[in-house]
């Protein structure tokens, strides 16, 4: 029988070449006669002649057309390319029995720009992958942002159940990156403690594996019919939530296209020495893995590079073995996003990006070892029932192996460390102890990390607006101090507060705008609503800083007081005020539209509540009370803006009762 010539880690019978036009082949080509498939034949004659060219070109050569196989079986002839770009094929020929008696060799010329179009082939593949990731990690979070928003923020203290979220969670996203850095903003704004990032990390490492297993199932072969299907929803379907699902899948074909086209620019290089003899030394565990882990580091995705890692695989430029290195220097970049994440946040959130850090440099220092081990057991198991490993079987069965090895080494460490999380907490503690100096911030959940995500960034723009109004609420109890104690120590608390709550309205402002650039309409619907608490905020701010505090300073300064009968009206009224604006403060919260409509029945219950209080007030007067009148302007100009204090407040109620479900 007529057999192509095997030798691992070369491309030993010379199939299969890439050479520029008009070139001679680098390597020979080599065939080989055996009998019983096993048994060289020498002497035996084997003919080669030209199967097919290029329209038009001339210049295809084969130096020898009969030869004769040696001790080895092998016959060897050499060939020079035609002056047309594309495929050139040769077969050859023995006489025998056997159906293997013909074979087919082909060889690809290129121009000798060769090497520019392979790099922007690659260059537009990558982007493709990278963009269509997003794109599929966008309408996929759009989609489920909520329940994420939800879940991962009230996380329980189960590592079981956390462990679990992190992995489905990162299978959705398809960015353990993405897991990460949002963890990280969670710790930062104090939504999540730190320990309870540790099994979510966990889990997140899982579920990242899912693209290189999806990628090994030859997803590529659809990626079309994914595109066409994504982009028809998307373009076609009016709804917010149809056109997330037309979105995903839009990227999940964009992705794998990118993909195909990676691995179509490759092509060529199996045939190119300088890239092979590079390619030989990532067997060196050193070199693999600082290669992985620079490239994921600059690229930003694990995904993206252990993708390429594949395709390099299947197009046979690299052996398994050098897979792996590469794919543990995967992991371990993958952590250098989080940390770039972390530079401007708290500790306890740069410890997310830390254990992420050292969870992956543990995966490289237990399994760099192993990497040979693995490598006889994946080949063993993989082709243990296959009498001959042809290069075919060995392209197509090494992306598979890949992704094995990615899923396994993730699942392993998972299962050593799960038991131990409370030692690995107190390692961490140990590495990086709490900071004793308390540091101020002004902005506590707000994070710009997470704007690309509209559904967590409003939930922590919510947060934010919910800790200015208890500010402000909290300036309101303590103006009433200022009148009925005259005292100044609250006037200067107030006033210390007064920049800080403009400043901090300010900035979530500016967040929900930005916001409102990548926001649906649902989500417009909940930055039309927090802009609208923070505008009645603001005057209920500048009600106290502004005018109740400048006539506190004159009460202060001129030692006015009360009558019993009028402070005890203004504390009661001041009282009611508080109630008011702490309903409304939940109505806010928690979108509870049954109290909203309560309260707003009430709403005539206090005019009538402020007239009663003039009333009396003016009666007072004209009975000649010296206290009261002494003060009358100034009671009045109280009575007045806890009165303007509570209609807005009340107008935080009115938009939830006029905007109804549209808000919630």
Request: net charge positive; no cysteine.
């Given at each position: 029988m007529l057999e192509k010539p095997i030798i691992k880690g070369d491309n030993y019978s010379g199939d299969k070449q890439h050479q520029k036009l008009g070139g001679d082949l680098l390597k020979i080509i080599r065939f080989r006669v055996t009998k019983n498939d096993t048994i060289p034949i020498k002497g035996c004659l084997v003919d080669v002649s030209i199967l097919s060219m290029p329209s038009g070109a001339t210049g295809f050569v084969i130096r020898d057309r009969k030869l004769f196989t040696d001790e080895n079986g092998i016959a060897r002839t050499y060939i020079t390319l035609g002056n047309k770009e594309g495929e050139y094929s040769v077969i050859a020929s023995i006489k025998s029995n056997s159906n293997k008696r013909f074979l087919v060799y082909s060889f690809y010329a290129k121009s000798s720009k060769w090497l520019l179009f392979l790099f922007v082939g690659l260059l537009g593949g990558l982007g493709l992958f990278l963009f269509g990731m997003e794109m599929m990690s966008n309408g996929l979070q759009?989609?489920?942002?909520?329940?994420?928003?939800?879940?991962?923020?009230?996380?329980?203290?189960?590592?079981?159940?956390?462990?679990?979220?992190?992995?489905?969670?990162?299978?959705?996203?398809q960015s353990s990156t993405a897991m990460a850095v949002m963890l990280m903003s969670f710790v930062?704004?104090?939504?999540?403690?730190?320990?309870?990032?540790i099994p979510i990390l966990i889990g997140a490492a899982i579920g990242t594996t899912i693209t290189a297993q999806l990628i090994a199932f030859k997803v590529t072969d659809f990626a079309i019919v994914f595109i066409g299907i994504g982009a028809s929803i998307y373009l076609f379907v009016k709804n917010v939530s149809g056109k997330n699902i037309g979105e995903s899948l839009l990227g999940f074909g964009l992705l794998f296209f990118g993909l195909k086209i990676m691995s179509e620019s490759m092509y060529p290089l199996r045939s190119w020495d300088p890239f092979l003899n590079l390619l030989l030394?990532?067997?060196?565990?050193?070199?693999?893995?600082?290669?992985g882990a620079l490239f994921t580091a600059l690229i930003h995705s694990s995904s993206a590079c252990i993708g390429i890692i594949m395709v390099f695989a299947s197009q046979g430029l690299i052996s398994l073995e050098s897979g792996m290195y590469l794919l543990l220097g995967a992991n371990f970049g993958t952590s250098a996003t989080a940390l770039i994440a972390g530079i401007n946040t708290t500790l306890e959130a740069r410890k997310v990006a830390y254990t992420e850090l050292i969870y992956k440099g543990l995966m490289v220092l237990l399994f760099v070892g192993f990497v040979p081990l693995l490598v006889k057991l994946f080949n063993y198991y993989s082709y243990r029932h296959i009498p001959v490993v042809t290069n075919d079987i060995l392209?197509?069965?090494?992306?598979?192996?890949?992704?094995?090895?990615h899923t396994i080494i993730n699942v392993i460490l998972a299962v050593i460390i799960l038991p131990i999380i409370p030692l690995f907490e107190r390692?961490?503690?140990?590495?990086?102890?709490?900071?004793?100096?308390?540091?101020?911030f002004t902005i506590k959940y707000l994070d710009k990390n997470m704007l690309s995500t509209p559904v967590l960034a409003l939930n922590l723009a919510k947060q934010e607006t919910l800790r200015l109004g208890r500010k402000v609420y909290l300036l309101t109890d303590e103006i009433i101090i200022a009148f009925s104690n005259n005292d100044t120590h609250a006037l200067q608390d107030i006033f210390s507060k007064r920049d800080e709550v403009k400043a901090i309205r300010d900035e979530i402002k500016s967040y929900v705008l930005e916001i409102s650039k990548n926001a649906d309409e649902k989500r417009l619907a909940e930055i039309f609503q927090m802009i609208h608490v923070l505008q009645e905020l603001s005057h209920i701010n500048d009600a106290i800083t502004k005018i109740l505090h400048r006539r506190a300073e004159k009460w202060i300064d001129r030692h006015y007081e009360?009558?019993?009968?009028?402070?005890?009206?203004?504390?009661?009224?001041?009282?009611?005020?508080?109630?008011?604006?702490k309903n409304a403060l939940e109505v806010f919260e928690s979108f509870n539209l049954e109290k909203a409509k309560e309260m707003k029945k009430k709403q005539k219950s206090f005019?009538?509540?402020v007239e009663k209080m003039e009333h009396s007030h003016y009666e007072r007067l004209i009975q000649g009370n010296t206290i009261d009148l002494q003060s009358s302007k100034t009671q009045l100009e109280i009575i007045y803006s806890l009165n303007a204090i509570s209609q807005n407040s009340l107008n935080i109620v009115r938009y939830f009762v006029s905007k109804g479900d549209n808000v919630t």
């Open positions: 759009k989609s489920a942002g909520d329940k994420m928003r939800n879940i991962l923020s009230r996380i329980s203290k189960n590592r079981s159940i956390a462990f679990g979220a992190g992995a489905v969670f990162t299978m959705i996203i930062n704004s104090r939504l999540m403690p730190y320990k309870s990032t030394s990532f067997e060196n565990p050193l070199f693999g893995i600082t290669v392209y197509d069965t090494l992306p598979r192996q890949i992704a094995n090895a390692l961490m503690d140990y590495l990086f102890p709490e900071q004793t100096i308390k540091p101020f009360f009558s019993l009968e009028s402070k005890n009206e203004i504390l009661d009224f001041h009282k009611h005020t508080l109630l008011i604006f005019y009538e509540m």
